[in-house]
């Protein structure tokens, strides 16, 4: 691996936390997967038996007995749901999703998984013991994103990309509660940087190569701001590198939907009223958490409408029992309105 020069660390110190935690390895594995969301899979549109038989022409406008009306009228309704059929009859899409072993990431997978009449899903994890702890089935793949070779296997063939991979900083041994916060640090190799810079461009450049038809990335609130507290995080400037992560795949040509989410937490979804913002605005409200399983569900979901694709926003929600749970995904996407 190319020797990297790490962003020398002009951030301030830790302070407030601004709502938002990232994954400490001390509690990774400890977190059951218990929060997935409820589908909201259409059910299959079954073939008529007429439809094989539905005429593909039209008439001329002079015919216009009252008869012939109501015939015509029920061929238009035979082209629809001739249309319907075929849409529902299109092949699934294979949809990459990687970081599959995390917290989210898992989430998105098996969700891919229980769509099978839609899509055909495939994880790529970095170790055995992760492609394990979700099934362990042969459409997970194992490579190290740092290292874009591991990924063609993969990557080879998909139609889409959801990239959930993410540097993680540890907890410092030792951490005594009485004497303030806890230290952090990353391992050797797995730097922001490293992981969330280089990574994340291999992905890119990788699904580039294979012609992938879009990419959704999942990055994090924060961004504008190169003082965040998670800059100073063990020294990872992790926002930063994030964020030029993010601009490499704006700039890349591939379709691409980026969301930065809020502050994760392990709750339910489906339940709540989804916000979009941009700019970090949302942080300077109350509304500023999403659950990972909605996060999810938006990955998913940005897949399905043209309304998602280069496009770049900030994601949280309200609180249980504020708002309306959000269904129409195309509506919310279609309030974007900005492109980074
Ligand atoms: N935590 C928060 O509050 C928060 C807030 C906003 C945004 N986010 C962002 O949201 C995303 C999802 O967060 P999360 O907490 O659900 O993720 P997570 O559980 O930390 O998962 C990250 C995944 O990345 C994988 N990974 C790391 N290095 C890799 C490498 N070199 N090759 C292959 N895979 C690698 C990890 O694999 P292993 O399982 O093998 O370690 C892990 O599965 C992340 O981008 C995160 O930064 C988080």
């Not at 002079?62 to 849409?87: D, E, N, Y």
């Not at 990239?163 to 509660?177: N, Q, R």
């Not at 980026?258 to 489906?270: F, S, T, V």
Request: aromatic content about 8%; charged content about 20%.
């Amino acid at each position: 691996m190319a020797t990297l020069t790490r962003v020398p660390s002009i951030f301030a110190p830790p302070s407030s936390h601004s709502g938002q935690c990232l994954k400490f390895s001390c509690v990774a594995t400890s977190i059951p997967l218990t929060t997935i969301a409820n589908t909201t899979t259409p059910p299959p549109l079954t073939l008529p038996e007429s439809s094989s038989t539905l005429p593909l022409c039209s008439f001329p406008s002079s015919f216009s007995s009252p008869l012939f009306l109501s015939g015509k009228r029920q061929q238009v309704k035979g082209f629809q749901r001739l249309r319907a059929v075929t849409a529902s009859m299109a092949p699934p899409s294979t949809v990459l999703v990687t970081g599959a072993g995390g917290r989210t990431g898992s989430i998105v997978y098996k969700k891919l998984k229980e769509r099978s009449d839609h899509y055909v899903a495939r994880g790529l994890v970095r170790t055995q013991e992760s492609k394990e702890k979700i099934g362990g089935a042969d459409d997970v793949f194992v490579g190290d994103i740092r290292d874009g070779d591991t990924l063609v296997p993969a990557i080879q063939g998909i139609d889409a990309l959801i990239i959930l991979t993410s540097a993680v900083p540890k907890m410092k041994p030792g951490f005594d509660p009485s004497k303030g916060r806890p230290e952090f640090y990353f391992e050797e190799g797995a730097f922001p940087e490293q992981v969330d810079w280089i990574g994340q461009k291999n992905q890119i450049d990788a699904a580039k190569a294979a012609g992938v038809k879009q990419i959704v990335l999942v990055g994090s609130m924060g961004g504008t701001d190169l003082n965040h507290p998670l800059n100073s995080l063990g020294n990872g400037n992790i926002l930063v590198w994030k964020r030029k992560a993010e601009q490499y795949l704006a700039d890349s040509g591939v379709p691409y939907t980026i969301i930065r989410a809020g502050g994760l937490q392990d709750k339910e979804g489906g339940i709540r009223e989804l916000l979009v913002g941009k700019d970090d605005e949302l942080l300077k409200t109350d509304t500023k958490t999403i659950a990972r399983a909605d996060v999810a569900e938006v990955c998913i979901q940005a897949l399905q409408y043209e309304e998602s694709k280069f496009k770049a926003f900030d994601l949280a929600s309200k609180p249980e029992g504020a708002g309306t749970p959000t269904k129409d995904f195309k509506a919310l996407f279609a309030q974007i309105t900005t492109r980074f």
